[in-house]
């Protein structure tokens, strides 16, 4: 399912995190803009991702096909989809206006950059690969949901829990562009040639790793301003949307007032 938030002629193509959906974007829109969300593969209204082919490619190319559809966008992603934002600004770079990446979960930037960071990162994530090598889906969302999500994931409802216990294959699927760069996102000088401005958004009580990131990316972005939402966690387009729309409101040179 495609959401639309929004009728303005901007067109804005934002991009959630795993385990989310579209319509969870929704506080992010802007006005003069459409914001056009759209459910991830295995995501929100789409059947659960069944495991074959390469998850992440299939993603972005699903999001290439958005924009060639829309004419050029503006982009934003939030974790998994800004992994995915990011790779389509380098892969089709005609298409992005500009680009907005919310805690991008690249670590391999962090994994080069600051690897005692990436290391700890690793060391909390272990409960998480141990549960998905069990098979044990629940226990894998529960310790997932701790790292990266604000509240106790046995208060969700039943239905809830399920639903994100279900979704939990695509994590390990995503493991080789994440972890080893296997999209060739990092490769030397690509992100430095990005001819697009872009804006990294991160909560202040993120978990550290994403400090890393944001700062890798950086320092090679060339046409690159950060900005760190107070207060926030992971989840910051959800639990801060007001903050995150006036960042994106700022970058874009508009006023976030609805």
Request: some cysteine; charged content about 15%.
């Amino acid at each position: 399912m495609i959401h639309r938030f929004g009728t303005g002629p901007r067109r804005v193509l934002a991009l959630h995190c795993a385990q989310g959906n579209g319509a969870m974007l929704a506080g992010i829109a802007l006005p003069d803009t459409t914001l056009i969300a759209p459910d991830l593969q295995g995501h929100g209204t789409e059947p659960l991702w069944d495991g074959r082919g390469d998850y992440h490619g299939n993603t972005t190319r699903d999001a290439i096909g958005l924009a060639e559809k829309e004419g050029q966008v503006d982009l934003i992603g939030h974790s998994l989809g800004a992994t995915i934002a990011l790779r389509m600004a380098l892969e089709r770079t005609e298409l992005v206006r500009s680009l907005v990446l919310i805690e991008p979960v690249l670590f391999a930037a962090a994994r080069a950059s600051a690897p005692a960071v990436y290391a700890a990162h690793v060391a909390d994530f272990a409960p998480t690969a141990k549960a998905l090598q069990a098979g044990d889906m629940m226990a894998a969302a529960a310790a997932f949901h701790a790292i990266w999500s604000d509240g106790d994931f046995t208060a969700l409802p039943e239905k809830v829990q399920r639903a994100l216990a279900a979704r939990m294959p695509i994590i390990p699927a995503t493991g080789p562009v994440f972890h080893d760069d296997s999209a060739g996102m990092l490769t030397y000088m690509r992100l430095e040639a990005l001819g697009i401005p872009v804006l990294l958004v991160e909560g202040e009580r993120s978990p550290p790793v994403m400090a890393a990131i944001q700062a890798e990316l950086q320092r090679r972005l060339p046409q690159v301003t950060r900005t760190i939402i107070a207060t926030a966690g992971h989840m910051s387009p959800l639990t801060h949307a007001p903050q995150v729309r006036d960042a994106i409101a700022d970058f874009y040179g508009t006023s976030s007032m609805m």
